[in-house]
């Protein structure tokens, strides 16, 4: 499916540690809304975790941005003449260590740890020479701890430190290459469940979930000029349900026919705090700066934004349903049907944006506002996919899947206008393990 904006609805693969593990997840919503609850709003995946220790690591990562063609012949557009023009390099380094020292008591496992995680950028604009950086550290603590009764149940509970930097394009400005004043995502998140196996071949897990953002960044449009930066407190509860059958081996069968089914529920996405703009971060200079503040910043805060409101692109209802089939020799195929519930789309909680608040600025303002699309609510959707795999040998396995089968048109973003999903793709491929 289509990757979205960079944090909403977007399909990524995100490291986050409960307790004392780290969780890989394929996240569904924004890194700023869901990003702890692992579930893909574009149909690219089902929801689906992996848990494994990880003692140590270093990441580091570099990307190099190529100029863009004009968009009339010797003028570079305005917004490409601050984000592309020239060539902009981009450096993030990251390095984290985790401390396990684990705590077994019969039944009962702790596991706490202590994770230090730093992050450092380099920005330069080859074409001007500008450059500038920017970088922040931080200690994260965690820990977990499970219980297992019987042999068919576990009980677990999680708490940990959230921390997420800013991307590098919005932690630099673009003007003179100073660092700007945005602080990274800071949140407490917690969880207890119960994963269980009641028979052979049917597993289930149940999860309540407490996502408490100190600080939450939530991104505009490209460089912020139409809807600028902004951070602020919000909190995230609900429940994560998921169960699954193999039928192969509850009747001890070669052949493996299986369904499985995840569910979320978020009925609190719930913004603590009004939203402020951050006044260099990817921001226009001088005159426009002001105009863009004055039009969408009324005091210093995102235009509408309120404690008590519903977060933006936060839906409540996510379910992903799968049928598919398997087999030892290697060879799966499932077909899935991926539902999102509505949402907003804005801090207002506009159902439309013909609901849009008279004093939004002049008539003039208030109309290119309405038609511009980035108003009003992204209405619930189905996406039904289909995706095969064999495994032909160890480090060698072919692929084939559609996505979108139906060919639905549905909007899965506004925060540039009106940007709808992927139409059908079809894809066919292989997978080479070195």
Known sequence: MQQPRHRQLRAKSRKRYRGGYERLQLQHRSQAQLRNLGHCP?????????????PFGCGFSRALREPIPPANP???????RRHLAGKQSAFRRCLFRFFPKSIHLGKLDGDPGVRVESASYQRKDVRTG????????????????????????????????????????????????A???IGPEISWNAEFGVRARPARGVKAEATYFHNDFDTLTALGTVGGVDTPVAQGQALYEGIELMARTDFGDVFNWTHNPYAQVAYTWLPTAET????????????ATG?????????FCPGGNVFGSAAGKR??????????ATLGYSHASGFDAHLEAVFVGEQFADFMNLNSAGDLPLDVGTTAQRNALIKSGQFGKINDYVVVNFASSYKVRKDL????????????????????GIQPGAPRLVQAGFKYEF
């Open 42 to 54: 574009d149909s690219t995946c089902q929801a689906r975790s992996v848990r494994r220790r990880k």
């Open 74 to 80: 010797g003028q570079l557009a305005d917004r490409a």
């Open 130 to 177: 500008i450059a500038g950086g920017n970088g922040m550290t931080e200690i994260l603590p965690s820990f977990a701890v499970t219980y297992s009764p019987i042999h068919q149940a576990t009980l677990f509970f999680g708490i940990h430190r959230g921390f997420a930097p800013p991307r590098v394009e919005d932690s630099v400005n673009n003007a003179n290459g």
């Open 179 to 181: 660092a700007v004043e």
């Open 272 to 283: 603590t705090s009004p939203f402020h703009c951050l006044t260099d971060s990817g921001q």
């Open 287 to 295: 005159s426009s700066q002001n105009a863009t503040f004055t039009r």
């Open 311 to 320: 977060a933006p692109y936060a839906p409540e209802n996510l379910l992903t």
């Open 397 to 416: 396995t072919l692929f084939v899947s559609m996505k979108n089968m139906l060919d639905n048109t549905y909007i899965v973003d506004r925060v540039r």
